[in-house]
């Protein structure tokens, strides 16, 4: 393809996948149709099925343009931050902030969290979006001269992935004023992940993780 055809085929993308989230968002992910997306993006429904063939192929791209979007947000804040407790509170207000506009997007597609689905955050398909979210929380632990145990470091950052996505499961049920039961719940719950990675560190007790990594390298396989 041809420079100019390539920046046409992106600019339509582009125009499709706008079109569906402000069908989603006032129909709802389930309700909507490829037909109705294709009328808001005022185009034939065949071609809209040319770029996409599907409502999930639509998310896919949603979720990749929201990573590529975040990356450089969510690398500044890692470079300004000198604690642990900043960069991960940075790394998880982002994704809130961010998702905030399609938070009954987001809420309606939690309900495929089997990994076999191909949308849920567990799925071989959204494999690299999920590599290239674990590696922010690395480069937290990493910059912030974490010493944990052997037996824990290599899982760590994906650990503390898993808490993010607790965090923002209760968030999008959560229907608090301005959610504010979340920012209590991070509060709270941050404050014990930390003392968590602290009493870690202290050497008498490295011992004593040997069984959790154990188990960690059972569930999550060899790293």
């Not at 920046?7 to 125009?15: D, F, M, N, W, Y």
């Not at 407790?85 to 089997?114: C, M, N, S």
Request: glycine share 4%; proline share 6%; aromatic share 8%.
């Amino acid at each position: 393809m041809t420079p100019k055809n390539t920046a046409k085929s992106e600019e339509t993308q582009a125009r499709i996948l706008a079109a569906a989230l402000q069908v989603f968002r006032e129909r709802g992910f389930e309700a909507a149709t490829m037909r109705e997306i294709a009328a808001a993006a005022q185009m034939a429904v065949g071609a809209a099925y040319y770029y996409f063939d599907s409502k999930d192929a639509l998310v896919m791209t949603y979720y990749e343009r929201a990573q590529n979007e975040m990356a450089p947000l969510i690398d500044a804040q890692l470079a300004a931050s000198r604690s642990v407790e900043q960069r991960l509170r940075a790394i998880i207000q982002q994704k809130l902030d961010y998702f905030e506009p399609d938070r009954k997007l987001v809420g309606a597609l939690t309900a495929h969290i089997d990994p076999a689905h191909p949308l849920s955050p567990f799925s071989a398909a959204t494999a690299p979006v999920r590599d290239s979210d674990i590696a922010f929380f690395k480069r937290a632990v990493d910059d912030s001269g974490l010493k944990m145990p052997k037996s824990i470091q290599p899982h760590l950052p994906r650990l503390l992935w898993l808490y993010q996505m607790g965090i923002v499961l209760f968030w999008v049920y959560d229907r608090s004023l301005n959610q504010s039961r979340t920012q209590l719940l991070l509060d709270k719950t941050l404050a014990i992940v930390l003392l968590g990675l602290k009493v870690a560190q202290l050497p008498p007790l490295r011992p004593l993780f040997r069984p959790a990594g154990e188990l960690l390298d059972t569930l999550f396989g060899e790293v």
